[in-house]
């Protein structure tokens, strides 16, 4: 199976709040798991990537978590802005292909004032 | 602007129709990408290009889809007879160095097809 599963599919944060977003897969030969932001009208933009030689890769407010055992990795967005509303697509690749990206359904992120 | 370029940003055809989606890669990048939007749902691979040669297509309908990337000139994702199925955003992205990199893509805006 190729799938990344993504949840939740809709999430609404306060300001200042912290936005998680989960993703699993199944395929155990993906080595690359990107997080894309997409706004309205937009193509994806890459927000984010981790390998899974790593637990943890933080940059800015963004932080990615990763459990290889588990086959899981979630997205947190610290200290939650009106800007970061949009929605977040979390993707896998293997290495021999790494372009070739199996994306989740993504999660709409409203972040309220 | 040395980004993704895709057009047309918009694009209405009848069923029956012939759509032609162009894109031109970031400068220096040899690797283009199509992917599919539906409505509601993730962006699903399509096919994988690089100048003159298809590397991969085995998310390309087996019918009315074709793809290239001539030596000179834009990457083009043709569908034929359109059907209002097609109806989609078809995202273009490409890489540096194709399989053996991070993985890191560029997408453009995408080309928004509405079938009538």
Same mark, same amino acid.
């Given at each position: 199976?190729? #799938?990344?599963k993504?949840s939740?599919?809709?999430?609404?944060?306060?300001k200042?709040g912290?936005?998680?977003?989960n993703? &699993? @897969?199944?395929?155990?030969?993906?080595? @690359?798991?990107?997080w @894309?932001?997409?706004?309205?009208? /937009?193509?994806?933009?890459?927000?984010i990537?981790?390998r899974?030689? $790593?637990?943890?890769? /933080?940059?800015?407010r963004?932080t990615?978590?990763f459990? /290889?055992?588990?086959? #899981?990795?979630?997205?947190?967005?610290?200290?939650?802005?009106?800007?970061d509303? &949009?929605? @977040?697509?979390?993707?896998?690749?293997?290495?021999t292909?790494?372009?070739?990206?199996?994306?989740?359904?993504?999660?709409?992120?409203? $972040?309220?004032? | 602007? !040395?980004?993704?370029?895709?057009?047309? %940003?918009?694009?209405?055809? %009848?069923?029956?129709?012939?759509?032609?989606? +162009?894109?031109?890669?970031?400068?220096?990048h040899?690797?283009?990408y199509?992917?599919?939007?539906?409505?509601?749902?993730?962006?699903?691979?399509?096919v994988?290009l690089?100048?003159?040669?298809? *590397?991969?297509?085995s998310?390309?309908?087996?019918? %009315?889809?074709s793809?290239?990337?001539?030596?000179e000139?834009?990457?083009?994702? +043709? *569908?034929?007879?359109?059907?209002?199925?097609?109806? !989609?955003?078809?995202?273009c992205?490409?890489? +540096? =160095?194709?399989?053996?990199? =991070?993985?890191?893509?560029?997408?453009?805006?995408g080309?928004?097809?509405t079938?009538?």
């Open positions: 199976q190729q #799938q990344v993504q939740p599919q809709s999430l609404i944060v306060q200042g912290i936005s998680i977003i993703c &699993a @897969y199944e395929n155990t030969a993906f080595d @690359y798991f990107p @894309y932001q997409q706004f309205p009208g /937009k193509g994806p933009a890459l927000l990537a981790i899974p030689d $790593v637990s943890e890769k /933080k940059e800015g963004f990615i978590s459990n /290889k055992s588990a086959k #899981q990795f979630s997205l947190h967005i610290m200290d939650s802005q009106p800007g509303s &949009a929605t @977040y697509f979390c993707a896998a690749s293997s290495g292909n790494a372009g070739k990206s199996t994306f989740g359904d993504g999660t709409t992120l409203t $972040v309220k004032p | 602007n !040395a980004g993704v370029m895709q057009n047309p %940003r918009h694009l209405v055809r %009848r069923r029956g129709q012939e759509a032609r989606l +162009r894109c031109s890669p970031m400068k220096g040899s690797h283009v199509w992917y599919r939007q539906l409505p509601e749902e993730g962006l699903k691979f399509m994988y690089q100048k003159e040669n298809i *590397i991969d297509e998310g390309m309908p087996k019918e %009315r889809f793809a290239e990337f001539p030596k000139g834009p990457s083009i994702l +043709r *569908i034929q007879q359109v059907v209002r199925g097609d109806s !989609a955003a078809y995202f992205a490409s890489s +540096r =160095t194709g399989g053996l990199n =991070t993985g890191e893509l560029f997408f453009g805006e080309s928004r097809l079938v009538l």
